[in-house]
């Protein structure tokens, strides 16, 4: 036993003592201290890959910011220097349009003094179809009367309800009113007049026959006696109030023809081109 240990000493005695075994060791130690080397050189450099992508991303997204943020800021200050441009030359703009406004607010006057008064003609026309009916059975002759009085005023409800388109197309113009339409406002005013003149005459006339009819029949003018009452109402107070706001609106569009005479004078105007997407502007003439 002692002799097969000593001869496994001698053995290991002779491989560590062996030079070619000490020149393996020596490579392979050397071997990895190179691999361990270029590991860690690979390392470094792929860690600087990775930085410098990562600050060229952080570089790239804070140029496109600064682009974004100075466009907006051009934008506004294209919007902003628009808004002034059009605030010192549109200006006089909103001189013709609160003169529109005033005169629409007289035309609109007008049309509630007609429809106020078609609607008195109207409960008048109702009235004499009740009383048609309720004097059937009386005497034919002044029924035939009254029967006629109703056709006179359903003529007049008619007339009063063409008048109230006309005024509604006089709205209409003078939402665009300026120089060249003013002769068709006059026009239009004065067709208007004309048929309050007539309807102010046909009413007189009807107040004239009615008020006959109240010795006629007591039973009958029970029946229409408050229709005399409405018609009396109508020519004293809405076609007085009518024909003094006609007189009012042909007066007043001679001083809105003199103010806008003076407004186009220092007013520019424009026009859009969508095409190229560019506001025009130019001097303004009638």
Known sequence: MNELLTKISDYLSERRNDPERRENRLSVVIIGAVAVIVIILLLLVFWAHV??????R???????????????EEEQLVA?????????YMAPNDGQELLRQEYLESIQ?????????????????QNLSETII??????????????ILHKE??????????????????????????????????????????????AQTDITNLYTKIAALEQEDVKLWAGIGEVEKKLKNAMNQ????????LDVL?????????????????????????????????????
């Open 51 to 56: 930085a410098r992508e990562r600050r060229e």
């Open 80 to 88: 902003e220097t628009f808004e002034e441009e059009a605030e010192k």
């Open 238 to 245: 809405s076609m007085t109030e009518v024909n003094n706001q």
């Open 250 to 286: 042909l007066n007043q569009l001679g001083s809105v023809e003199n103010r806008l005479q003076g407004l186009a004078s220092k007013t520019l105007k424009y026009y859009y081109d969508a095409g190229s997407n560019t506001l025009y502007l130019e001097p303004y003439s009638e």
């Open 153 to 198: 005023v359903s003529t007049i409800v008619q007339n009063l309800k063409e008048t109230e388109t006309k005024l509604y197309d006089l709205i209409d113009i003078v939402q665009i009113m300026d120089q060249k339409t003013i002769p068709m406002i006059q026009q239009q005013i004065l067709e208007i007049r004309q048929d309050m003149s007539k």
């Open 134 to 147: 309720q004097y059937k059975e009386g005497d034919q002759e002044v029924l035939k009367q009254v029967e």
């Open 58 to 72: 952080e570089e790239a997204a804070e140029a496109a910011a600064e682009a974004e943020r100075a466009d907006w």
């Open 109 to 125: 006057y007008l049309e509630e003094k007609v429809e106020e008064l078609l609607s008195s003609m109207t409960q008048i026309e």
